[in-house]
């Protein structure tokens, strides 16, 4: 039986009016992976603001939904590329919403989860010290994710400053999601409990400056943007990640603890490797003139 195409003057007016309606409701996929992304950084700010000693599992949560936000900023992209729907718009509400996901919200909780219990930010004492340094560089982790964000934003393929395999496979400096998954791993490995002693204070300070001048590095991070969702993969590959799933649900602090810290180290490691591999040339020095 032969389906023959009907001339436009036989045409219905919902057979050309339905396709028009789809092509523009695909746009709203990305949009709105991207709002749910917005949506549990307002719920990582509230737990924060709501979180005390004596309710640390506020702190918990407010880790928990970043961890949720940065698994709907890796949909929203991907989404968007499989549908074809990218668009200026999508690009710039996800920095907006990365911004607040993923710089205001982990700054927030890492001042909050580790340094407004070790006392008033006033004061010359050790504790108070350690106050003043940590708002000062939870602040500089705000600044440098946005100017990450900037950064990315402005360049079309940045190349980092230890070129192997630069492109798409690879971040130049570490993605503001991976800093703030940092920061939430640490804060869900402590089930929320908040420090509450002056040293380990000025660890976590030294910790979250580490993630902020990584950020605004140029050394190169994988991205994982070459793995294809589209394109046929082993059988092993479905079993490995049902594994992965299933360790996060059942162990989920010090797996995504090591997650995390991996991959924040394996951006040090690249770096450390090249130069090993790649020595500076020696010193040019002029022959002598000739007599």
């Known amino acids: ?129 350690t106050v003043q340094v940590g708002a000062i560089l939870t602040f500089a982790f705000l600044i440098a994710g946005a100017s990450r964000l900037a950064r990315f934003n402005i360049q079309s393929n940045p190349q980092p400053s230890n070129p192997g395999r630069p492109g798409k496979r690879y971040f130049v400096g570490m993605p503001i999601p991976a800093a703030a998954g940092c920061i939430a791993a640490v804060v869900h490995f402590g089930e929320g409990d908040p420090i509450d002693t002056w040293w380990i204070g000025l660890l976590w300070a030294i910790y979250v400056f580490s993630a902020a001048l990584l950020m605004v590095s140029t050394w190169r991070f994988y991205s994982f943007k070459d793995i294809d969702l589209r394109s046929p993969h082993p059988f092993r590959v479905v079993i490995l990640v049902g594994l992965m799933v299933a360790g996060i649900w059942y162990f989920s602090r010090p797996l995504l603890l090591a997650l995390s810290v991996g991959y924040l180290l394996s951006g040090v490691v690249i770096r450390m490797m090249y130069i090993f591999r790649h020595p500076k040339a020696p010193e040019y020095k002029q022959a002598p003139e000739a007599r």
């Not at 992209?77 to 990365?98: Q, V």
């Open 1 to 129: 039986m032969r389906f023959e195409r009907k001339p436009a003057m036989f045409r219905r007016e919902t057979d050309i009016v339905r396709p028009r309606s789809f092509r523009k409701g695909i746009y709203i996929l990305p949009s709105l992976a991207t709002t749910f992304n917005i949506a549990f950084g307002y719920y990582a700010l509230w737990h924060t603001f709501v979180g005390s000693p004596a309710e640390p599992w506020h702190y918990d949560n407010a880790a928990k939904a970043i961890g949720f936000a940065i698994l709907f900023d890796g949909l929203d992209g991907r989404i968007a590329r499989m549908t074809n729907t990218t668009s200026d718009f999508g690009r710039e509400l996800d920095s907006l919403a990365d911004v607040i996901t993923f710089g205001v919200a982990p700054a927030m909780l890492a001042w909050v989860w580790g340094f407004r219990q070790l006392g008033p930010i006033t004061g010359h004492d050790l504790a108070a010290r």
